[in-house]
C-alpha cells in the first residue's frame, strides 16, 4: 500500500473522476460511506455522534458519514464552522442532502455555547474539520473548535487526517491546534501523517473509495506494510499436505546461558508454519534446548571451551545443510572470536536463503561485504545499535534517517534489510521500502528480536522464493502478536514469550481482516 503526498492524493482524485469515469461526488460519497461503516463496527454503543464539518470538502466528507449514520439509527448532530452559504461543490450538494440537525457556527463565543449546550453530551465525535490540504496556521474558530473536541471526554475518529495536522509531515506533531483522534479512517492510500504523525491512539483504517490502482502514483517510494499485502502467504493449505511441503529450517543459535534465544527461534518458527526446524547448537546445551518443547529437532555442534559454537563445526557444514530449506543464524551465539570466525565462513558458504539476526550481525562488523557476495537471499534484521555497527556510524545517525539508512544499505550490499524500532523499517536491494505500524514499547524486552528470527525463517521455509514478502509478513505479523500480547497482559508484563504462545491467535486475526472492505494499519 503507497504512501502518496497530499500533492499526489489531488492528482490521484482528478485522474479517477477525469480518465477513469467516477465523479467526484461518487468518491466523497463512498468516503463517508465508509466513515460510517467504520464507526457502526468499531463503536457499535454510540448511540449519540456529533460530526465537527469544516467548509471543505473533509466538511463534506463528514455530511455524507452523518447521513448514513442517521439512516444506521443513530443520534446525529452536525455543527458546520461556517455559514452553509460557504460551502461549495461537492460540500455544498452533500449540504443540502442532509436530514440532521445542523447547527452553523461562524464566531467561537457562539461555538463554546453550542458545543455546552449539546455536543458536549455526544458518545462519540468525528472530525470533519479540516483535510490533506491544509497548511498551517489553523484559523482562531478552528483552533477553538479543536480544542473543544480534544478536552471532550468520548472518543474522536478523525476523517481522512486529524484536523490541523500537516498531510505531508514525516516526523511526529504536536501542538494544542492538533486534534488528538483515538481512530482515524483515510481513503485510497495513506498520507505521511498517517504513516508517521503519531497522532492516532489507536487504529488507522485505510478505505478504498473507487480509484483504481493504475491511478495511485507515488514518488515517495514508501509503502506501508498491511495484511492484504501478504495475503498470498496466509492461504488455505491443500488437504494431501505434508510437512515436506512447508520447508526445514536450520538455525544456528544459542551458547551457555543463552538456550533461550535458540529455544524461542526455533518455537517461533514452527508457529509461524515451517514444516520442520532444526536447531544446531553447541552440544553443551543441546539438552536445555531440546527440553524446550519436543517438536524442535537439534543438531550439537561442536565448541569452543566457552560453550559456543566452534569453528570446527564448519566440518559438517554439508551435512548439516544439504537438505535445509531456509538457514537463520544469530540467536545468543555470543561474540566470541572462534565463534565470530564460524558465522563468518558459514555465511559464504551457504547456499539457500538465510536470516541473520543479533551475534550472526555482530560477527559483519568490518566484513559487511560478505552480504554482497552471498549466494542466496539473505534478510539481516538489526536494531539500531547492530545497524550503526555495520554501518560504521552511530546509533544517533541510524535513528536521524532510518529510511535512508535503511535503502542505501539494503540496495549497496543486496540484502533485504529490517531495521527494527518504532515504526520498524524494510528495505530491499532495489530500493523499495515498507513501514510496519503494528507494535508497541512492551516489546521492548529480551527476546523479542529472536522471535522476530523465528517467524522470519518459518514464513521463508514455506515460501522461499518470496524472501520481500516474507520479511514484511515478519515484521507485521510480529508486531500483531506484540499487540495480542499487550491486549493480554499489558505492556509492563509482556515477555517474548507470550507472542510466541499467541502467534495462532495472531494469524487467525489477520486471515478475519481479509475479509473486511477496509484495511488497518495497526
Known amino acids: 500500500m503507497k504512501i502518496v503526498t497530499a500533492a499526489e492524493m489531488r492528482e490521484i482524485d482528478r485522474l479517477t473522476s477525469e480518465r477513469f469515469g467516477v465523479p467526484s461526488l461518487k468518491l466523497m460519497e463512498n468516503a463517508g460511506m465508509a466513515v460510517a461503516e467504520f464507526v457502526r463496527e468499531r463503536y457499535p454503543q454510540a448511540s449519540r455522534i456529533a460530526v465537527i464539518c ?85 484559523s482562531p ?52 501523517v498517517n504513516v508517521f504523525g503519531d497522532l492516532v491512539r489507536k487504529t488507522t483504517a485505510v478505505a478504498p473509495i473507487g480509484s483504481p490502482e493504475e491511478a495511485i502514483k507515488s514518488k515517495l517510494g514508501l509503502q506501508v506494510i498491511t495484511v492484504p499485502d501478504f495475503a498470498k502467504l496466509l492461504a488455505e493449505r491443500p488437504l494431501d499436505s505434508n510437512k515436506g511441503m512447508y520447508g526445514h529450517a536450520l538455525i544456528f543459535a544459542g551458547s551457555f546461558g543463552k538456550s533461550g534465544a535458540a529455544a524461542m527461534a ?103 561485504e560478505l552480504l554482497k557476495e552471498a549466494k542466496a537471499a539473505t534478510i539481516i534484521t538489526p536494531h539500531p545499535g547492530e545497524m550503526a555497527r555495520l554501518c560504521g556510524t552511530s546509533v544517533k545517525a541510524v535513528q536521524a534517517d532510518r529510511i535512508a539508512i535503511a535503502r542505501e544499505f539494503a540496495t549497496s550490499r543486496n540484502t533485504i534489510v529490517v531495521l527494527k524500532g518504532y515504526k520498524t523499517v524494510v528495505a530491499s536491494p532495489s530500493g523499495e521500502t515498507w513501514i510496519n505500524c503494528t507494535g508497541n514499547p512492551g516489546m521492548a524486552t529480551g527476546g523479542t528480536g529472536d522471535v522476530l528470527t523465528g517467524i522470519t525463517a518459518g514464513l521463508l521455509a514455506q515460501y522461499p522464493q518470496e524472501p520481500l514478502l516474507c520479511a514484511i509478513a515478519a515484521v507485521h505479523l510480529h508486531g500483531l502478536a506484540g499487540d495480542a500480547a499487550k491486549e493480554h497482559v499489558g505492556e509492563m508484563s509482556l515477555m517474548a514469550t507470550d507472542l510466541i ?3 495462532p491467535e495472531t494469524f487467525r486475526r489477520a486471515k478475519k481482516s481479509l475479509q473486511k472492505r477496509l484495511v488497518t494499519l495497526n
Not at 545468543?332 to 563468518?344: A, D, I, K
Request: proline fraction near 6%; charged fraction near 20%.
Open 501 to 503: 504462545h499467541l502467534l
Open 54 to 138: 469544516g467548509k471543505g470538502n473533509n466538511g463534506g466528507d463528514g455530511f455524507v458519514a452523518a447521513r448514513h449514520l442517521h439512516l444506521a439509527g443513530k443520534v446525529v448532530e452536525v455543527l458546520l464552522l461556517a455559514s452553509s452559504d460557504d460551502l461549495k461543490g461537492d460540500a455544498a450538494e452533500m449540504f443540502d442532502r442532509l436530514p440532521v440537525p445542523t447547527v452553523e457556527v461562524v464566531a467561537e463565543a457562539q461555538l463554546q455555547v453550542e458545543f455546552a449546550r449539546s455536543f458536549v453530551r455526544s458518545d462519540l465525535f468525528l472530525d470533519a474539520v479540516l483535510g490533506t490540504g491544509f497548511k498551517p496556521p489553523v
Open 141 to 192: 474558530l478552528y483552533a477553538a473548535a479543536i480544542r473543544l473536541l480534544n478536552a471532550a471526554k468520548a472518543p474522536i475518529v478523525a476523517i481522512d487526517v486529524p484536523s490541523g495536522s500537516e498531510a505531508d509531515g514525516v516526523s511526529p506533531q504536536a501542538g494544542d491546534d492538533i486534534v488528538r483522534a483515538e481512530a482515524a479512517v483515510t481513503f485510497t492510500a495513506p498520507k505521511p
Open 266 to 368: 526455533g518455537m517461533a518458527c514452527l508457529r509461524s508454519g515451517a514444516g520442520l526446524a532444526t536447531i544446531a547448537t553447541p552440544k553443551s546445551v543441546l539438552t536445555s534446548v531440546a527440553g524446550y518443547a519436543p517438536e524442535l529437532m537439534t543438531e550439537p555442534l561442536a565448541e569452543t571451551g566457552a560453550g559456543t559454537i566452534a569453528r570446527a563445526a564448519l566440518d559438517r557444514w554439508d551435512e548439516l545443510t544439504n537438505k535445509m530449506t531456509v538457514l537463520a543464524i544469530g540467536p545468543g551465539l555470543t561474540q566470541n572470536s572462534e565463534t565470530v570466525e564460524f558465522v563468518r565462513e558459514a555465511l559464504r558458504r551457504t547456499l539457500i536463503p538465510t536470516v541473520i539476526d543479533a551475534d550472526g550481525l555482530n560477527a559483519l562488523d568490518g566484513h559487511a
